[in-house]
C-alpha cells in the first residue's frame, strides 16, 4: 500500500526570502556595530563607525519600507498546517512587532542625530534632511529610546529565532524551510 506523502506547507516567494534575510543580516550586523562603535576611544575610528551604522540603519529603513510594499502587493502562504490559532496570533503579533521596531530603530537613530544638530549622510553619496531641530533635552529621550528599543528588539529576535528552531527541531514541519531556497533534488530521485 502506498502511504499518501503530507503536503509540503507553502514557501516564501524568493522575493520575501530575499528581503527577510538580507533585513535579518542587517539587524544583527547594526546591533554588533552599535555595541562596539559607543565602546571607542578613537575619535576617527568613532566617526568611521558611527557613520556605517546610519548608512546600514538608513539602508534598512528603505529596505522594510519596500518589504512592507512588497509584502501588501502580494500573496503570502497560508497559515501552517496544524499550528493552533492562538500560537498562529502569537508569531503573526511578534513578526508585527519586529516590523515596528526594524522602522522604529532607524527613526530614532535618525532622532538622536537630528536632535544632535549633525549633518546626516548616506555612504558618503548624499545628505538626509533634520526630523527635528538640535535639542539637547530631545537628543537624550532619542538616546533612551533608541537603548530601550534596542534591548526589546533583541528580546523578539531571541523569541522568534528560538520559535524557528523549535519548529525546525522539535515539531519538524517545515515552518523554517518556508523561508529557505527549495532544494533541487537530482534527477530520478523519487520526491
Ligand atoms: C535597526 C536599526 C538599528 C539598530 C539595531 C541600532 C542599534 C544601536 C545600538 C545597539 C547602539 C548602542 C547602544 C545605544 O547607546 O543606544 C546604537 C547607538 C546609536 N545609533 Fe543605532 N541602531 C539602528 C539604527 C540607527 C540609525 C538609522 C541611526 C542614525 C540615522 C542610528 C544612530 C545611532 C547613534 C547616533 C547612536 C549613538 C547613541 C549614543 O551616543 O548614545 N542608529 N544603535
Ligand atoms: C537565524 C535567524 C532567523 C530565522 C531562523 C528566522 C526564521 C523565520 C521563518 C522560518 C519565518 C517564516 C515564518 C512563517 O512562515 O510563518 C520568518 C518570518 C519573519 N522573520 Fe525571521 N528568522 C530569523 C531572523 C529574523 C530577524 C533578525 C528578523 C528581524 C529583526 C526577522 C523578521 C521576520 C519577520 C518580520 C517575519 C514575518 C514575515 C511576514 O509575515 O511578512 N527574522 N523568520
Known amino acids: 500500500m502506498s502511504r499518501t506523502p503530507s503536503p509540503l506547507p507553502e514557501r516564501w516567494g524568493a522575493v520575501s526570502q530575499l528581503f527577510h534575510w538580507v533585513s535579518a ?3 544583527v550586523a547594526l546591533g ?4 562596539y562603535m559607543t565602546e571607542l576611544t578613537s575619535p576617527v575610528a568613532k566617526i568611521r563607525w558611527y557613520a556605517l551604522h546610519k548608512s546600514l540603519g538608513l539602508t534598512l529603513l528603505a529596505l522594510v519600507l519596500l518589504r512592507l510594499l512588497w509584502r ?17 496570533f502569537a508569531a503573526d503579533g511578534v513578526h508585527g512587532l519586529l516590523y515596528a521596531m ?8 535618525w532622532l538622536i542625530n537630528s ?4 549633518p546626516l549622510q548616506w ?19 532619542a538616546k533612551e529610546l533608541h537603548e530601550f528599543g534596542f534591548w526589546t528588539l533583541v528580546v523578539l529576535v531571541v523569541a522568534h529565532v528560538g520559535a524557528a528552531l523549535y519548529h525546525h527541531l522539535f515539531l519538524q514541519d ?18
Open 115 to 118: 536632535t544632535a544638530g549633525y
Open 123 to 141: 555612504f558618503r553619496l548624499f545628505n538626509l534632511p533634520a526630523i527635528a531641530a538640535k535639542n539637547e533635552h530631545l537628543n537624550g529621550i
Open 25 to 27: 543580516g542587517l539587524v
Open 174 to 191: 517545515g515552518t523554517l524551510q518556508r523561508m529557505l531556497p527549495a532544494r533541487r533534488r537530482p534527477p530520478g530521485t523519487s520526491p
Open 72 to 88: 501588501w502587493t502580494h500573496a503570502v502562504p497560508g497559515a501552517i498546517p496544524g499550528m493552533s490559532r492562538r500560537l498562529q
Open 102 to 109: 526594524m522602522i522604529a530603530m532607524p527613526l530614532s537613530g
Open 32 to 35: 554588533t556595530i552599535g555595541l
